[in-house]
Nanobody, 115 residues
Framework: VQLVESGGGLVQPGGSLTLSCAASGFSFRNAGMSWYRQPPGKERELVVSITNIGTVTNVDDSVKGRFTISRDNAKNTVYLQMNSLKLEDTAVYYC?????????WGQGTQVTVSS
């Protein structure tokens, strides 16, 4: 199982970024996926999830109306569109999947929101 995130970077407050997570090594179309983040000095937290059929769940209140999760089963990729970014969105963002009862994580991608 491999999860590879990309798309992070430095963005000004109010800006947008789209993160991607390319998955391999398992049946992606049958797996629910999630995005987590870990702000500096804080614990990792769940941002949003999507089921194998595209139902969005577990949306954190802090990102409602600003972040959108989606998936492309043909490309084995899950996305996180982030709009209206705030300083407090600064974190390392991780892709997550549970495969055969085992948790898998990507290496993370840094998102820094700063003026």
């Amino acid at each position: 199982v491999q999860l590879v995130e990309s798309g992070g970077g430095l963005v000004q407050p109010g800006g947008s970024l789209t993160l991607s997570c390319a998955a391999s090594g398992f049946s992606f179309r049958n797996a629910g996926m999630s995005w987590y983040r870990q702000p500096p000095g804080k614990e990792r937290e769940l941002v949003v999830s999507i089921t194998n059929i595209g139902t969005v769940t577990n949306v954190d209140d802090s990102v409602k109306g600003r972040f959108t999760i989606s998936r492309d089963n043909a490309k084995n990729t899950v996305y996180l569109q982030m709009n209206s970014l705030k300083l407090e969105d600064t974190a390392v963002y991780y892709c997550w999947a549970k495969v055969l009862r085992v948790d898998y994580w990507g290496q993370g991608t840094q998102v820094t929101v700063s003026s």
